[in-house]
């Protein structure tokens, strides 16, 4: 039992000084609500949220952060699990991405829904925390790209949009899908 504390302490150690990773992009640019944060629950997650927000210049944002415990994994991709979901719970016929781009720990789409509606879905990651983030207006997406390449120019920007109201979470639905767990231990055979 000592024993795996001790790897689990020299993996956070490794994990947390390998890379230095910046959620701060998000907290420092969009306007987190405090009172609008929806607290979700498995024994699988800590502090993990969701929040709907309207920002005067990043328009209306869908965010879910989940940070998991060292003790579970996810059972497939984890964005897959996200876009899924999502599509799932708004009917959406057809769902199709247009362009999809990796920076550093950061994964970006952009999608085409219904061959006629415009969405950008932002998915940040380490180790052991996701944030996904529903930007309908676009325009968070394009400074968080344009932080990376500054050439960038998005042509889907001044695209028709689409809007909904969405609530669901990965975390509140894990009971049912298996989307994360926790890990089994097995025990040493001698």
Known sequence: MFRNYIIYLVIFIFAGCSQNYDNNFFKNNVIYDKN????????C??????????DEKYGKL?????????????NGLERGYF????????????????????????EISTLLIDN???LNIIHFF?????TFIIDQEGVLTNELINKFDKNYKNEYLNKNRYK?????????????????SKEIEYPDSK
Not at 62 to 74: A, P, V
Not at 164 to 180: E, G, H, Q, T
């Open 36 to 43: 609008k944060i929806q607290h979700t629950f498995d024994s």
């Open 83 to 106: 876009e899924y979901l999502f599509k799932q719970t708004l009917k959406i016929k057809e769902f199709k991405v247009i362009e999809r781009l990796d920076y550093e720990n950061y």
């Open 62 to 74: 869908f965010i879910e952060y989940i940070s998991l415990d060292i003790n579970c994994r996810w």
């Open 126 to 130: 380490t180790v052991t925390e996701n």
């Open 45 to 54: 997650t800590n502090s993990s949220y969701i929040l709907n927000t309207k």
């Open 164 to 180: 909904f109201d969405y609530n669901k979470s990965l975390v509140n639905l894990n009971f049912i899908n298996a989307y994360f």
């Open 116 to 118: 006629k509606y415009y």
